[in-house]
């Protein structure tokens, strides 16, 4: 069945964002908040204005990434105003408007979609260059009423290298194709690990399938990131904007600012 036409959400009189770029994954747990989070990062240290919405509501990881646990989104009039990093990024999610950060999201679809909604229209972004979606894992109806509601110019989809994803890949083009939704490219995350001690580059999941997969999809190979332990307690002591190693995922960062021009 074809999705119905997009009625895309306008702007509020506070937000002026210039380009709107997703990130998604045919599954969880591959890695699409940090690949996200990281993009943002990379993007702000080129000079751009970033701000992430965070639309993975049952599962949100990037206020913790960025050292926000515990903060409160506050209200200016009838608006939400996002939250700032330490570097000066905007971050809104669900979690910064939970009481508490650990209570459950146990919202239905259409609830759930109309987070999202009120994230994007009526949250006070200010004028940013990129408003990057953390979309909410895999295919579902959530998925979709965010392409649909939202201007998403194009998205870049996260895998690992498992076998399995590769068919869940198949489901994120197909999913963006059926959208009419650009992708931007594809990123292998957890693609090697490196040894500690003699540099060594291990593959626990075997040889790399990225250039193959892109191929098989017709659609850009971004680049793979390792297994890192430093990345994953980076992410968990909120310190990823300040111990993010440079220059990671140069190509994805590339591809975005080219989907911009
Ligand atoms: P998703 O958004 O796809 O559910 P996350 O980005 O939340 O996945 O990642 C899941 C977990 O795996 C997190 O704890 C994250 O820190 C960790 N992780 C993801 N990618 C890597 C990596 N390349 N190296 C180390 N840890 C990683």
Redo the contacts with the bound molecule.
């Keep these: 069945k074809q999705p119905s036409a997009p009625v895309k959400e306008p702007q509020n009189s506070k937000s002026n964002v210039h380009h709107v770029i997703g990130v998604v994954?045919g599954k969880?747990?591959?890695?699409?908040?940090?690949?996200?989070?990281l993009l943002a990062v990379e993007l702000a240290r080129r000079g751009a204005k970033v701000g992430i919405l965070d639309a993975?509501i049952t599962?949100p990881?990037i206020p913790k990434m960025f050292g926000l646990s515990g903060e409160h989104a506050r209200a200016m009039g009838e608006l939400l105003l996002p939250n700032l990093t330490a570097g000066g990024l905007k971050i809104m999610s669900a979690n910064l408007v939970l009481e508490h950060e650990s209570d459950p999201v146990l919202w239905r679809g259409p609830v759930v979609a109309g987070a999202i909604k009120q994230f994007w229209g009526d949250c006070a972004w200010g004028e940013l260059d990129y408003l990057l979606i953390?979309m909410p894992?895999g295919t579902g109806d959530v998925a979709l009423t965010v392409f649909q509601s939202l201007p998403v110019e194009g998205v870049v989809i996260?895998s690992s290298p498992q076998d399995l994803v590769q068919m869940v890949v198949g489901k994120a083009v197909n999913m963006a194709n059926m959208m009419k939704m650009p992708v931007v490219g594809l990123v292998e995350?957890?693609a090697y690990v490196t040894c500690p001690d003699c540099g060594a580059r291990i593959e626990p999941y075997g040889p790399s399938r990225l250039a193959q997969t892109a191929e098989a999809f017709e659609v850009e190979a971004l680049g793979q990131?390792?297994?890192?332990?430093a990345?994953?307690a980076a992410?968990?002591a909120g310190t990823l904007e300040r111990d993010l190693p440079r220059d990671l995922l140069p190509d994805a960062v590339d591809a975005v600012v080219r989907v911009a021009e």
């Design positions: 994954s969880g747990g591959v890695g699409k908040s940090l690949v996200c989070g993975d599962g990881s953390d894992p996260v995350n957890m990131l390792p297994i890192d332990p990345l994953s992410c968990d």
